[in-house]
């Protein structure tokens, strides 16, 4: 697994936000989650994965929907935590894998909620189980 940045120790954490920002493109959505904004503990941390690398870098402030309107392209955010009832809950673990067309990381929550990034063929989705 490629990994740049290094991955937080979050285990044991209690959620405060988990908001994805999706790509869209004249309209058409591209994916949903390319980036991954996480506050565990008062500190924001930035998710991506890419190419089957996957990146973590600390985030100074809270995230917030941008766009380039001249280009068409927009950049709205989902916040996930609130739609998976994970905010306020604490992380049992989260595990990471990469693979040739992609990765995915997976966070199981203290209320028996998953949320799952998973990047393939250059698109990054959230699923929540």
Not at 7 to 33: H, M, Q, S, Y
Not at 47 to 55: N, P, S, T
Request: charged share 20%; with cysteine; proline share 5%.
């Amino acid at each position: 697994m490629e990994l740049i940045g290094q991955a937080p120790e979050l285990t044991g954490l209690l959620c405060e936000a988990f908001i994805c920002e999706g790509c869209v493109f004249k309209g058409k959505p591209l994916d949903n989650a390319g980036v991954v904004y996480l506050r565990f503990d008062g500190v924001w941390h930035r998710l991506v994965i890419d190419c089957g690398v996957i990146f973590w870098r600390p985030f100074s402030d809270q995230p917030s929907p941008w766009d380039i309107a001249s280009e068409g392209w927009e950049y709205p955010h989902v916040d996930v935590g609130a739609i998976a009832s994970v905010v306020g809950h604490r992380l049992r673990e989260y595990r990471m894998e990469t693979f040739s067309a992609g990765g995915s990381v997976i966070f199981y929550f203290d209320n028996d909620r998953t949320v799952t990034i998973h990047n393939e063929n250059d698109a990054s989705n959230f699923r929540i189980d």
